[in-house]
């Protein structure tokens, strides 16, 4: 006995081995595009940053963007997506309480101002009629962020860290009402202080008398 297959059969794929051939480089086309679409953002805008604009700067034909992602929204919402994921996913040295969560993210935003950009004008291009797709995920997003602020802050609150006497549905709310408009106003003024704003928050939601758990800025 050998242990060739017999002849005109496929050898099978041990599980759990990466998938090759086209399926994978397909990924890894996709994986490029989304890379890539926040450089042509920030230099073409909203406006200007069509499927047809993507795919000349990089270099990926129109019918392939197509194939991948249908439209401009789906593509912008695969783009908004995937940065979620990788925020999210990021190691954290901190222990990922509210505190902790606020700092992170205005880090992360700051750092990253084309991606805030593309998402204000998603949130906007949301609210108009027609634009069902992007709502959607929009109501799904910031109902996904609510809840994980509110199970934050009962923690915090367990810890002692945020004060009893809010209903903490509407500070969770409350929480990305700041954080999105502060983000917007230091994208139209960086002399705006996102992270002031929102270590004020902080101590809000603080038990009275209670030292803010952080200094830096």
Do not use: C
């Not at 990253?112 to 027609?130: C, D, K, R, T």
């Amino acid at each position: 006995m050998t242990d060739q297959a017999p002849r005109g059969t496929r050898p099978t794929r041990p599980e759990g081995s990466p998938k090759r051939g086209p399926y994978s480089k397909g990924l890894a086309r996709r994986q490029q595009i989304i890379d890539e679409v926040l450089t042509v953002y920030d230099r073409l805008g909203f406006e200007g940053t069509s499927l047809r604009a993507i795919g000349e700067a990089i270099g990926v034909t129109h019918p392939v963007l197509k194939h991948h992602f249908g439209t401009r929204e789906q593509l912008f919402i695969e783009v908004l997506r995937e940065h979620d994921r990788r925020f999210l996913d990021a190691p954290s040295e901190d222990d990922d309480t509210f505190v902790d969560l606020i700092h992170r993210s205005t880090e992360h935003s700051m750092r990253v101002p084309g991606l805030m950009a593309l998402l204000n004008s998603m949130v906007a291009h949301a609210l108009e009629a027609g634009n069902d797709r992007s709502r959607a995920h929009f109501s799904e997003r910031y109902a996904d962020l609510r809840r994980t602020i509110v199970s934050l802050l009962e923690e915090g609150r367990a810890a002692g860290s945020v004060r009893s006497d809010i209903p903490l549905d509407e500070a969770a709310s409350l929480v990305l009402a700041a954080a999105d408009g502060l983000s917007t106003q230091w994208l139209l003024d960086g002399s705006a202080d996102l992270k002031s704003g929102l270590l004020l928050l902080q101590r809000l939601l603080e038990p009275p008398g209670q030292e803010v758990g952080r200094t830096d800025t």
